[in-house]
Protein backbone atom coordinates (compact mmCIF):
# COMPACT_ATOMS: atom_id res chain seq x y z
CA UNK A 1 0.00 0.00 0.00
CA UNK A 2 1.42 3.71 -0.56
CA UNK A 3 0.40 6.77 1.37
CA UNK A 4 0.67 10.52 -0.14
CA UNK A 5 -0.03 13.53 1.61
CA UNK A 6 0.25 16.58 0.12
CA UNK A 7 -0.43 20.04 1.83
CA UNK A 8 -0.90 23.43 0.02
CA UNK A 9 -0.53 21.59 -3.25
CA UNK A 10 -0.62 23.72 -6.40
CA UNK A 11 -3.91 23.09 -8.35
CA UNK A 12 -4.19 20.25 -10.38
CA UNK A 13 -1.94 17.94 -8.21
CA UNK A 14 -4.85 16.19 -6.23
CA UNK A 15 -6.85 15.85 -9.78
CA UNK A 16 -4.02 14.30 -10.98
CA UNK A 17 -3.12 11.65 -8.01
CA UNK A 18 -7.05 10.69 -8.00
CA UNK A 19 -6.58 8.93 -11.69
CA UNK A 20 -4.10 6.45 -9.52
CA UNK A 21 -4.90 6.94 -6.19
CA UNK A 22 -8.20 7.37 -4.17
CA UNK A 23 -8.35 10.65 -1.66
CA UNK A 24 -9.68 9.18 1.71
CA UNK A 25 -9.24 12.88 3.33
CA UNK A 26 -7.84 16.10 2.01
CA UNK A 27 -4.88 15.96 0.63
CA UNK A 28 -4.47 12.65 1.69
CA UNK A 29 -4.02 9.23 -0.91
CA UNK A 30 -4.10 5.74 -0.66
CA UNK A 31 -3.27 2.92 -3.30
CA UNK A 32 -1.45 0.64 -4.61
CA UNK A 33 0.22 1.75 -7.62
CA UNK A 34 2.75 -0.45 -8.86
CA UNK A 35 6.77 0.66 -8.52
CA UNK A 36 7.17 2.12 -12.03
CA UNK A 37 3.60 4.20 -11.85
CA UNK A 38 4.84 4.96 -8.04
CA UNK A 39 7.87 6.30 -9.13
CA UNK A 40 6.73 8.52 -12.44
CA UNK A 41 3.83 10.01 -9.84
CA UNK A 42 6.42 10.60 -7.17
CA UNK A 43 8.79 12.81 -10.04
CA UNK A 44 5.94 14.87 -11.45
CA UNK A 45 5.18 15.72 -7.50
CA UNK A 46 7.93 16.55 -6.11
CA UNK A 47 8.80 18.65 -9.57
CA UNK A 48 5.67 20.65 -8.88
CA UNK A 49 5.23 20.73 -5.23
CA UNK A 50 6.66 24.16 -5.33
CA UNK A 51 5.91 26.02 -2.06
CA UNK A 52 4.21 23.07 -0.80
CA UNK A 53 5.06 19.67 0.85
CA UNK A 54 4.43 16.08 -0.06
CA UNK A 55 5.38 13.22 1.84
CA UNK A 56 5.33 9.41 0.22
CA UNK A 57 5.18 6.45 2.43
CA UNK A 58 5.65 3.37 0.30
CA UNK A 59 6.46 -0.83 1.57
CA UNK A 60 10.06 -1.46 1.58
CA UNK A 61 11.98 -4.41 2.79
CA UNK A 62 13.26 -3.27 5.90
CA UNK A 63 12.03 -3.50 9.65
CA UNK A 64 9.60 -0.74 9.30
CA UNK A 65 8.20 -2.80 6.09
CA UNK A 66 7.75 1.34 4.78
CA UNK A 67 10.23 3.68 3.81
CA UNK A 68 9.35 7.67 3.53
CA UNK A 69 10.26 10.02 0.72
CA UNK A 70 9.62 14.32 1.42
CA UNK A 71 9.58 17.09 -1.27
CA UNK A 72 8.90 20.78 -0.97
CA UNK A 73 9.78 23.52 1.40
CA UNK A 74 9.69 23.90 5.37
CA UNK A 75 9.71 19.92 5.13
CA UNK A 76 10.25 17.17 7.90
CA UNK A 77 12.79 14.54 6.87
CA UNK A 78 13.51 11.42 7.37
CA UNK A 79 16.39 10.14 9.31
CA UNK A 80 17.81 6.92 9.18
CA UNK A 81 19.13 5.62 12.71
CA UNK A 82 20.27 1.71 12.60
CA UNK A 83 16.87 1.04 10.41
CA UNK A 84 14.20 2.81 12.38
CA UNK A 85 13.28 5.94 10.38
CA UNK A 86 12.32 8.96 12.18
CA UNK A 87 11.80 12.21 12.15
CA UNK A 88 13.97 15.27 11.93
CA UNK A 89 13.19 19.11 11.40
CA UNK A 90 16.00 21.51 10.49
CA UNK A 91 16.66 24.03 12.63
CA UNK A 92 16.25 27.58 11.18
Not at 5 to 32: C, D, K, Q, S, Y
Not at 58 to 67: K, L, M, R
Request: charged residues 25%; glycine residues 10%; positive net charge.
Amino acid sequence: MTVIILIAAPEGLRGHLTRWMVEVNAGVFVGTPSRRIRDRLWDLLATRIGDGQAVLVEPATNEQGWTVRTAGKDRWKPVDFDGLILWARSRR
